[in-house]
Nanobody
Framework: QVQLVESGGGLVQAGGSLRLSCVVS????????MGWFRQAPGKEREFVAA????????RYADSVQGRFSISRDNANNTVYLHMNRLKPEDTAVYSC???????????????WGQGTQVTVSS
């Protein structure tokens, strides 16, 4: 089984930055694509970013393109979400996800973390 544990969330002022981390344990060698999703109160979960197994291919939601960056360190079984120029509308619970099959499109993932809260004050 695979476990995902996120960290790095918190309270930040608009315009600030945060870096989220997600550590993969269990069977990390079985993982291909990893992604980040978020869910704001009263809203559905939405895709944020995805990265391929060796990090060559990435994809972003239009709402975060140019402000967020996803990266991964396979040696340490960790994926990161670097968030810059944060806006109040970025406030949400951010969860990382992992899947066994390749490709960075779609929202079907096999494993999910519990999430970490990001709050951006205006």
């Amino acid at each position: 089984q695979v476990q995902l544990v996120e960290s790095g969330g918190g309270l930040v002022q608009a315009g600030g930055s945060l870096r989220l981390s997600c550590v993969v344990s269990g069977r990390p060698f079985s993982i291909n694509t990893m992604g980040w999703f978020r869910q704001a109160p009263g809203k559905e979960r939405e895709f944020v970013a995805a990265i391929s197994r060796i990090g060559i291919n990435t994809r972003y939601a239009d709402s975060v393109q140019g402000r967020f960056s996803i990266s991964r360190d396979n040696a340490n079984n960790t994926v990161y979400l670097h968030m810059n120029r944060l806006k109040p509308e970025d406030t949400a619970v951010y969860s990382c996800a992992a899947r066994r099959f390749a490709g960075i499109t779609g929202s079907e993932y096999d494993y999910w973390g519990q999430g970490t809260q990001v709050t951006v004050s205006s």
